[in-house]
């Protein structure tokens, strides 16, 4: 295959793709055609960058982190201020720009999954907004664990729906939500969270994540006059670090770093493999069973990551870290002594990377760590981890 026919059918390099049963691959096909038609459509980019400025509040600082920069005696750190977006991180960029979509497509209705429950708010939340009918898919397990974010989604207008069979946990929940589409894809469109699963997903989620580093690359030019060293953003499923390494893939000399949980560290130990209906780096068994992972962020938590990041991965243009939950916990509270920025858990991966490597540059050089979220949905529980230990 030609390059261009590989990124059309969602490939990057072996990774990506759509290995989905032929109902679903014809609403994906519908899917694909539509987000083509309209992400270069100069309405539809004008909406999107309306509300982005109007409701989301961007665009998000670039933020000098000073104190934390002389405190680690290398190069100058700089924080991307995701965790001020409305609803607290960088979700809701993707939520927006798929709803505008889920619009010109004529849905009615938007069904979305959830594990945790942040993509399940993220997705009431723009539900609410545009008056559309939502219903979010979550193990029933899940809701369980998550009662808070339940009644938020439910505060918020939408019908959580628990799911019971199978483990009762994420992956029936994504079941349970393609089942809805392929039943409904008449008048329902299925919002996805992160830069994971079948064509073209991966590609559009990507595209509006992407703002991330369009703004940034800007700011650190006009603050610095020359670009970062390095981009460091936490993976999950991959969305907030290939947003904010997008505009950064041609600048050969800017390291791009994606940080893992050491107990959920796909791209540092897994293998090629596939996981819901795509090619990627999966953390599995000699079976191509994916391994249970655990990880005290949950939205950290899950054993494949997107297709991009397993090609960058394979060719070396990115880098791939771990860092273990003591690390974490330990950037979790120097970044908020310090800058008075309390982060995400999650977020605090890519922080408890820079304290590493920061020290080891030269002070003429620059860094930029994406926080992803904002850390108030994690102080109870870091609360409790601290008082445990
Ligand atoms: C969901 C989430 C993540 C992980 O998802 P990605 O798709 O990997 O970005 C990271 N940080 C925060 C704050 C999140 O809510």
Redesign the pocket.
Known sequence: MSQTSQLEKGYFGQFGGSFVPPELQNVLNILNENFNKYKDDEEFIEEFHYYLKEYVGRETPLYYAERLTNKLGGAKIYLKR??INHT????INNVLGQILLAKRMGAKRVIAETG?G??GV?TATVCAMFGMECTIYMGAEDTERQALNVFRMELLGANVVAVSEGQARLKDAVDAAFADLVENYENTFYLL????GPHPFPTM?KHF?SVISQESRQQILEKEGKLPYAVI???????????SFAEYLPDEDVRLIGVEPSEAATLTTGTAGQLHGFKCIVLQDEQGTPLPTYSI????D?PG??PEHSHLKMTGRADYVSVTNEEVLEAFQLLSKLEGIIP????AHAVAHVLKLAPTLDQDKSVIVNI???GDKDVAHVFEMLKGN
């Open positions: 995701e965790d607290g991180s960088h979700k945790a942040q993509h993220a969270g992160s830069a994971v989620v994540q953003a936490c993976v999950g499923g991959g969305s907030n670090a290939i947003g962020a949950a939205g950290l899950y990551c997107g995400a858990l999650e977020s992803s979220g904002r």
